[in-house]
Nanobody, 117 residues
Framework: QVQLVESGGGLVQPGGSLGLSCTPSRSISGVGVMAWYRQAPGFQREMVASISRGGRTNYAESVKDRFTIDFGNAKNTVFLRMNSLRPEDTAVYFC???????????WGQGTQVTVSS
């Protein structure tokens, strides 16, 4: 079973920046889309940003122009750079890998991001 290992969460002041990364426990072939989701207390999990293997990106309206998703050279690691953070960005952030043929889907364990002064 593949584990997605996330890192980089923490506490930051409003207006600050954080970077998240997600790496699988072993090499995965045929990844179609890598994405970051988040879930705040009392809210449903929502997609924050996604990137296809070809590099096409998609962002939630609430994070456009503030967050950037990218993958590493081996396309087996996905990053999320978060700038101009707001208190409403506070949530547990999860990474997600989907197979190009719908043959698998993996989730990370989640990493807490807290934006507070």
């Amino acid at each position: 079973q593949v584990q997605l290992v996330e890192s980089g969460g923490g506490l930051v002041q409003p207006g600050g920046s954080l970077g998240l990364s997600c790496t699988p426990s072993r090499s995965i072939s045929g990844v179609g889309v890598m994405a970051w989701y988040r879930q705040a207390p009392g809210f449903q999990r929502e997609m924050v940003a996604s990137i296809s293997r070809g590099g096409r990106t998609n962002y939630a309206e609430s994070v456009k122009d503030r967050f950037t998703i990218d993958f590493g050279n081996a396309k087996n690691t996905v990053f999320l750079r978060m700038n101009s953070l707001r208190p409403e960005d506070t949530a547990v952030y999860f990474c997600n890998f989907k197979g190009a043929f719908g043959d698998y889907e993996y989730w990370g364990q989640g990493t807490q991001v807290t934006v507070s002064s």
